[in-house]
Structures are given as C-alpha cells and as structure tokens.
C-alpha cells in the first residue's frame, strides 16, 4: 500500500496564533454571569410543517471580566437556537439548561449551586483556549457555547478598544450580503420575493428552499427571468439520496448554473453527499453535516477523492459549530484546500447577525452569507443591524461588537 500524502490541514495546528488571531491581553478573572433572556416577536411569524412560531427566545450571556490592574469589562454573546429542534436536536429550552452547565464550568461551581458568581480563589482564564478548556467536557450544545464565547471575544475587545474583527484577523471592512427565499405557496410567489431581493434591494446572491418536486420549476422561473444572478438553493436535507428519483432531480438542476446545492441529503451525512452526487457538476454546500473541524476536515478529504474540492462548500454559522474559534478553524481549513465558505444565519438578533459578520471579514470567507432579510425579522431588535447598502454590509468600527448599548431590558422567564 502507498498511502496518497495528506495535505490537509490537521485542525490541532490551528492555533489562535496560526490563524492570526489576537489573544494574548494577559489574565482575566470572571467576575460572574449573568444571562439575559428574550422572547422576540417575529414580524413574519415563522412556519413548518409541525407549528407556526410568533416569537423566537434569544438568551445573551453576559460576563463580567477584571484584570489583574482591578479594571472590570462586561462582554455580551448570544444564543440562537430554534423554538424546537427541528434544524438540530437544540432548541431554546435546550440551551437553557447547557447555559446551566456552562455557567457552572465557567465559575467554578457544581451546577447545582451555580449563581453565576465566581467560586473564591477561581483561577484566571489565560487565553480563549484555556476559557474554552473550562466547558470542553460539555458534549454537544454548540449553540450555547457560541453565546459564552461571543461574550468572551466581545470582552477582549472591548478592554483593548477595537471592534472584535480586529482581534478574529478580519481584514474586509464590507462583507457580501445575500438574502434567503423560503418555500412560498406558488412559484409566482417566490418570484415576487426574488424580484424584491433583485430589483430593490440589490442583493449580491439570492438562496432559495427546494424540496422534491418543489425545485426545478422554481429555479427555472428564477433564472428565466434572471439569467445572471447568483442564484443557489438550500434543501434542509429534503431529498433521499439512495432514491434514484431524488438524484434525478438533483442532477437535473445542473442545467441552472447555481453557485451550490446546499445540504440536499441527510442532515448528518457527509459521505453519500461526496460520494452519490459525485457526478453532479454544481457543487454541494455542507451546512447541517458540519459541526466541528474535524467535519470539514474529512470532508475535504472525501471530495478530494470523488470529485474535487472546488465542487464543495461549507455553509460555517458559528452557532451550529460551537463558536467563533472553530468557525475560524473551518473557514481557514476549507481556505487552504479551495473549498469556498459563507456564513449562514439562524435568525439571529443584531448582535448575533453582527458577530456573523465580524467572522466574515475574514478573506477565508469568500461568498455572500444570509446576512440581510426583506423584512426585520423581530418587531423589537436589540440594537441597530449593521449598515446595508447594494449588496454589502458594514463591518462595524466600534470596540466590540461595535453596536453601542444593548437593549435587553424586556427580560422575559423563559416559557
Ligand atoms: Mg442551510
């Protein structure tokens, strides 16, 4: 045997340091937290196939930091699950209860007395590897854990005074905003939105739900009337890929010039995708399927083998992989080998929209994200989004997340 030589970034070299990161303002003592919860009224209430949701909860971990100098800093993250677990198995009553164990790791405490208060003499965290290090026996709940370290980058950035991209090597000061179209009622309703996102809101790429017999002729019509937009569409693991008529179908929307298929097989595979849609020569874009490096890793390593890397892409949303750290991880990995990657949403409120695109300015990310909707998702947000304009946003210049003052004061118990 002559095994084929690895050149894949192993993810264990991608340090902070190698991936341009700045980490190193000495040790933080947490202080406590103290976790913000929201029920946010949806403007357009959200519908699937087993409830309609008016609302979504949003919870903000807050966490109070002091320097070795006595100075306090504050930082902010958020959670973004669903109102039940049908994108994944979390949801906000989920995060709620990892917020719970979090906490606990984070202080220093048994979950049981945990008050978000540091347990006396708690050693400082050192860097974000060692503040990760508290919680990494946590199995799973990657979108709790986005929320802590969003508050972690959030609070170095604030006590070194630049805006979070800084800190995460971000170097775009405008990121690519694309929009997302779901599954309307007719396909002349899908072209009215497109319409909207095309002619009005000038949107540097459209994304639109598919599922089996609900594809080809809304593509058709779309790119009919629009033969040149960058156009893609997202099928939330709709199609089976052992049916011979799903993959006829998929095969079919070669004919449309889409920049990808996004997740059309399983939510937790990676090797059908690579292996049964090889021949397709649109590329498939990963979302669901990838949750840590290590994912993204082998992935790489399989389409290298069927059919070659630039045939793939990685949806990264730093909720769904844990956090901001890994999501840098992915984009740096897929960079290195030539696999594209954008930033997904999950109706995030400002602040989490905002961190997506701190992440963004990385040059690792090099197609438009769902940055921006139609319409503002909640009819009270917690700050201003950043700015839109032609098909771009502004990454924010202000220390931390750049958004100024939140506004979390409609806390809520959590239902
Ligand atoms: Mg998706």
């Known amino acids: 045997m002559n095994p084929q030589k690895e050149t894949i970034l192993d993810e264990r070299s991608l340090t902070p340091a190698f991936l341009g990161i700045l980490d190193d303002d000495g040790p933080l003592f947490l202080e406590k937290i103290r976790v913000f919860s929201r029920r946010m009224t949806l403007r357009i209430p959200f519908e699937t196939s087993f409830g309609r949701f008016d609302s979504l909860v949003r919870h903000f971990p807050a966490i109070t930091f002091r320097t070795e100098d006595g100075t306090t800093v504050t930082g902010i993250g958020e959670c973004s699950p669903l109102s039940a677990p049908w994108y994944d198995y979390e949801c906000h009553r989920s995060v709620e209860v990892a917020l719970g164990y979090l906490t606990a790791s984070l202080t220093g405490k048994s979950v049981d007395e945990a008050d978000g208060a540091a347990a006396p003499g708690l050693a400082p965290v050192t860097g974000v590897e060692s503040f990760l290090g508290r919680y990494r026996w946590i199995v799973g709940h990657a979108m709790a854990k986005a929320g802590v370290e969003g508050a972690y980058w ?23 905003a694309g929009t997302s179209v779901g599954l309307e009622p007719t396909v002349e309703d899908v072209l009215r939105k497109v319409a909207v996102a095309v002619e009005e809101m000038h949107i540097a790429r459209v994304k639109v739900k598919v599922k089996p017999g609900r594809d080809l002729a809304i593509v058709e019509a779309i790119r009919k009337r629009y033969p040149s937009l960058r156009l893609q569409v997202d099928a939330n693991a709709a199609y089976d890929l052992l049916n011979p008529e799903h993959l006829a179908r998929l095969k079919e929307l070669d004919a449309f010039d889409l920049m990808m298929i996004e997740q059309p097989g399983r939510n937790d595979d990676i090797f059908d995708h690579a292996v049964r849609l090889a021949h397709l020569s649109t590329p498939i874009c990963l979302d669901e399927s990838i949750l840590h490096a290590v994912h993204a890793r ?15 892409v990685i949806n990264v949303k730093p909720p769904r992989v844990g956090g901001y750290l890994e999501a840098i991880r992915i984009a740096v990995l897929c960079a290195a080998s030539g696999v594209s990657v954008w930033c997904g949403g999950m109706h995030e409120s400002a602040l989490g929209k905002t961190a997506n695109v701190h992440f963004s300015s990385r040059s690792e990310v090099n197609l438009p994200g769902d940055h921006v909707s139609q319409a503002p998702y909640y009819v009270k947000n917690v700050a201003e989004s ?4 032609e098909g771009r946003l502004t990454v924010p210049q202000g220390v931390g997340w750049g958004l100024g ?11």
Request: net charge negative.
């Open 386 to 389: 950043p700015r839109y304009e």
């Open 154 to 176: 959030d609070a170095r950035a604030r006590l070194r005074g630049v805006p979070v991209f800084r800190l995460w090597g971000g170097t775009k000061s405008d990121v690519e």
């Open 405 to 415: 003052e939140l506004d979390l004061t409609e806390e809520t118990e959590t239902p």
């Open 298 to 312: 082998q992935a790489i390593a399989l389409w290298k083998q069927y059919s070659g890397p630039s045939r793939l």
